[in-house]
């Protein structure tokens, strides 16, 4: 039921190193990402304490612990009208895409209150510790309830947090996301510290809380029921000018028995179609060129509008979208996958040839067991139709080990599952129980050592999948939407970084004295050869060698080169 598998999960590390691949963009299982943006304002979020729809959950009388908490909040709101520097804000981003574009809605509406990005604020940025608050006036984690051991880890940074919130004034630290959701006030009472707590169906509410928070001196907590404020319609600071997160729907009407998601962030709720055009509209016409539609289950949508060929239509209409290079979309579900979706990726140009299906389990008895609505021959009859409209598409998935009750022949089907659908790469977790999900009551948990040991025998299958598919595609030429911070070695290797339509991620080599003009910036598309293939990434090293090097400089490069030189105003502006 999850839009795509967790940055955080539940095995030691995800079969795909995705420390390698640490973009934003389109990587499905990526580790915990910063919005590098924290922000700035002189006068936010010191003004009158907003109106809010419920009274403050942590009003009682005082001990002195909690006078010593309210004593800092007060040097903290006095520091405000003294302190040289503009008061900046992160946000620490853990989970899905979902939260990813949750917390572009966050920065948006703490920029709309006055607030900018830390990195125009480089003696803030140098304040930064090792407790990862970025060296921000206002801090922001969005969790996630997925991962393993959330709340325990949660818990050990925010104490590490409170070291430092001692020693800045005016610091803020803001919960929110599917941990916030499930904890609630549970949250201040471990940390008390925490200023603020909002869930996943009102992150309108985060400027409110932290002014409140910062007139009553003390936390604010507030978590709704359900969805009040689509998050889509707020204010956004999109991380990435070149490509941008759409969401179509939010919630989950799956009861997949180790899967917490559907409980925090409620039943599905479908946007209208023109919402949703309009919104890429908007973001292609500010130069992204590529899109990615958000669901919690994409195959579904239309459901809440009577409509359920809608999501294929929606793919034909984004076809239509004049600038608009790149669609693609996640997650969707193996029992709701139809052919006219397969249909609509094969017509429509602009549709990607990436499919990411979790498969979760090869044993039919065991995904009955998860309750997940599909068997073994469904599954790997979407692939063969898939792969029979679109040959070159590259299918990547989900998979759970451990699962209780699985016993070696369930196993053994995965494997066999696996060496059949030769997955492009394979997200694998360690199942851990997650409480309150009916797997987690469960009395036949596999024993640590098992688990481990079918865990690795699974990487071992799938890492040998996809260096021989990989070393396939040498010498097969590839376009590459060069991407910011995708690869970490860049500058020692002197290539550049991106995805190729399939989503691979690619390594490619720079032409030998190239001018400023010959650089590809970010955004823009780098055609060359593959000369290696690795089990996580090609290199296209075509240009070294005197072969396929063409560069087209797009307006999503231009897009992106305008931000840099108004967030270099900016810093000047500032005295910077």
């Given at each position: 039921s999850s839009p795509s598998p967790p940055q955080e999960s539940q095995a030691p590390g995800p079969l795909k190193d995705t420390r390698r691949e640490p973009c934003t963009l389109l990587s499905p299982g990526r580790k915990e990402s910063y919005t590098e943006s924290s922000t700035s304002q002189a006068t936010a979020l010191t003004s009158d304490p907003a109106q809010s729809t419920q009274p403050s959950n942590c009003s009682k009388k005082p001990s002195n612990r909690e006078e010593s908490l309210t004593a800092i909040r007060l040097h903290a709101v006095n520091a405000e009208t003294t302190t040289a520097l503009p008061k900046t804000y992160a946000i620490r981003t853990l989970g899905c895409q979902m939260n990813v574009h949750d917390s572009e809605r966050m920065a948006g509406l703490l920029e709309q209150e006055g607030l900018l990005p830390v990195s125009l604020v480089p003696a803030a940025a140098e304040r930064a510790t090792e407790a990862g608050d970025l060296g921000a006036d206002v801090l922001v984690i969005n969790t996630c309830s997925v991962r393993e051991n959330a709340a325990t880890k949660l818990f050990g940074n925010l104490g590490q947090l409170a070291a430092v919130k001692r020693e800045r004034p005016g610091m803020q630290i803001a919960v929110g996301g599917c941990l916030a959701q499930q904890m609630r006030e549970g949250i201040i009472e471990k940390a008390p510290w925490v200023d603020a707590v909002f869930g996943t169906h009102n992150i309108d509410v985060l400027p409110v809380l932290l002014k409140r928070a910062a007139h009553n001196h003390e936390a604010a907590v507030e978590i709704e029921e359900s969805l009040k404020v689509f998050p889509s319609t707020l204010p956004t600071h999109r991380e990435s000018a070149y490509a941008a997160w759409v969401s179509i729907s939010v919630g989950c009407n799956n009861t997949c028995t180790f899967c917490i998601v559907p409980h925090l962030r409620g039943k599905e709720r479908d946007r209208r179609p023109g919402e949703i055009l309009d919104e890429i509209n908007a973001v292609v016409s500010q130069g992204a060129i590529e899109v990615t539609l958000l669901g919690q289950n994409v195959n579904s949508y239309g459901v809440g509008f009577g409509e359920r060929g809608a999501f294929a239509a929606l793919l034909r209409q984004c076809g239509q979208i004049e600038g608009l290079e790149r669609v693609r979309f996640t997650s969707p579900h193996p029992a709701a996958f139809t052919d006219d979706v397969i249909a609509a990726m094969a017509?429509?140009?602009?549709?990607?040839?990436?499919?990411?299906?979790?498969?979760?389990?090869?044993?039919?008895?065991?995904?009955?067991?998860?309750?997940?609505?599909?068997?073994?021959?469904?599954?790997?009859?979407?692939?063969?139709?898939?792969?029979?409209?679109?040959?070159?598409?590259?299918?990547?998935?989900?998979?759970?080990?451990?699962?209780?009750?699985?016993?070696?022949?369930?196993?053994?089907?995965?494997?066999?599952?696996?060496?059949?659908?030769?997955?492009?790469?394979?997200?694998?977790?360690?199942?851990?129980?997650?409480?309150?999900?009916?797997?987690?009551?469960?009395?036949?948990?596999?024993?640590?050592?098992?688990?481990?040991?079918?865990?690795?025998?699974?990487?071992?299958?799938?890492?040998?999948?996809?260096?021989?598919?990989?070393?396939?595609?040498?010498?097969?030429?590839?376009?590459?939407?060069?991407?910011?911070?995708?690869?970490?070695?860049?500058?020692?290797?002197?290539r550049v970084t991106g995805r190729a339509r399939d989503n691979r991620l690619v390594h490619v080599a720079l032409p030998e004295n190239a001018s400023k003009q010959d650089l590809p910036r970010p955004g823009d598309m780098v055609t060359a050869r593959v000369t290696y293939g690795a089990p996580h990434h090609l290199i296209a090293d075509s240009a070294l060698e005197g072969g396929l090097w063409q560069l087209r400089r797009t307006r999503a490069g231009d897009a992106w080169e305008q931000r840099q030189a108004q967030e270099e105003d900016q810093r000047v502006s500032l005295g910077i």
């Amino acid at each position: 039921s999850s839009p795509s598998p967790p940055q955080e999960s539940q095995a030691p590390g995800p079969l795909k190193d995705t420390r390698r691949e640490p973009c934003t963009l389109l990587s499905p299982g990526r580790k915990e990402s910063y919005t590098e943006s924290s922000t700035s304002q002189a006068t936010a979020l010191t003004s009158d304490p907003a109106q809010s729809t419920q009274p403050s959950n942590c009003s009682k009388k005082p001990s002195n612990r909690e006078e010593s908490l309210t004593a800092i909040r007060l040097h903290a709101v006095n520091a405000e009208t003294t302190t040289a520097l503009p008061k900046t804000y992160a946000i620490r981003t853990l989970g899905c895409q979902m939260n990813v574009h949750d917390s572009e809605r966050m920065a948006g509406l703490l920029e709309q209150e006055g607030l900018l990005p830390v990195s125009l604020v480089p003696a803030a940025a140098e304040r930064a510790t090792e407790a990862g608050d970025l060296g921000a006036d206002v801090l922001v984690i969005n969790t996630c309830s997925v991962r393993e051991n959330a709340a325990t880890k949660l818990f050990g940074n925010l104490g590490q947090l409170a070291a430092v919130k001692r020693e800045r004034p005016g610091m803020q630290i803001a919960v929110g996301g599917c941990l916030a959701q499930q904890m609630r006030e549970g949250i201040i009472e471990k940390a008390p510290w925490v200023d603020a707590v909002f869930g996943t169906h009102n992150i309108d509410v985060l400027p409110v809380l932290l002014k409140r928070a910062a007139h009553n001196h003390e936390a604010a907590v507030e978590i709704e029921e359900s969805l009040k404020v689509f998050p889509s319609t707020l204010p956004t600071h999109r991380e990435s000018a070149y490509a941008a997160w759409v969401s179509i729907s939010v919630g989950c009407n799956n009861t997949c028995t180790f899967c917490i998601v559907p409980h925090l962030r409620g039943k599905e709720r479908d946007r209208r179609p023109g919402e949703i055009l309009d919104e890429i509209n908007a973001v292609v016409s500010q130069g992204a060129i590529e899109v990615t539609l958000l669901g919690q289950n994409v195959n579904s949508y239309g459901v809440g509008f009577g409509e359920r060929g809608a999501f294929a239509a929606l793919l034909r209409q984004c076809g239509q979208i004049e600038g608009l290079e790149r669609v693609r979309f996640t997650s969707p579900h193996p029992a709701a996958f139809t052919d006219d979706v397969i249909a609509a990726m094969a017509e429509t140009p602009n549709v990607m040839p990436s499919l990411h299906m979790p498969l979760q389990s090869g044993s039919d008895a065991v995904l009955r067991q998860m309750r997940r609505s599909y068997r073994r021959e469904r599954f790997m009859g979407i692939l063969e139709r898939v792969r029979a409209s679109i040959p070159e598409a590259a299918i990547t998935t989900d998979i759970i080990v451990g699962f209780p009750g699985e016993t070696e022949e369930d196993f053994q089907q995965t494997l066999e599952v696996v060496e059949q659908a030769r997955f492009s790469s394979a997200f694998t977790f360690l199942y851990s129980p997650r409480p309150g999900t009916p797997a987690a009551d469960r009395e036949d948990q596999i024993p640590a050592e098992v688990a481990l040991d079918r865990y690795k025998r699974l990487i071992a299958l799938q890492e040998g999948i996809c260096t021989e598919d990989n070393a396939k595609l040498v010498g097969s030429s590839v376009e590459v939407l060069i991407c910011e911070s995708e690869g970490r070695k860049d500058g020692a290797t002197h290539r550049v970084t991106g995805r190729a339509r399939d989503n691979r991620l690619v390594h490619v080599a720079l032409p030998e004295n190239a001018s400023k003009q010959d650089l590809p910036r970010p955004g823009d598309m780098v055609t060359a050869r593959v000369t290696y293939g690795a089990p996580h990434h090609l290199i296209a090293d075509s240009a070294l060698e005197g072969g396929l090097w063409q560069l087209r400089r797009t307006r999503a490069g231009d897009a992106w080169e305008q931000r840099q030189a108004q967030e270099e105003d900016q810093r000047v502006s500032l005295g910077i």
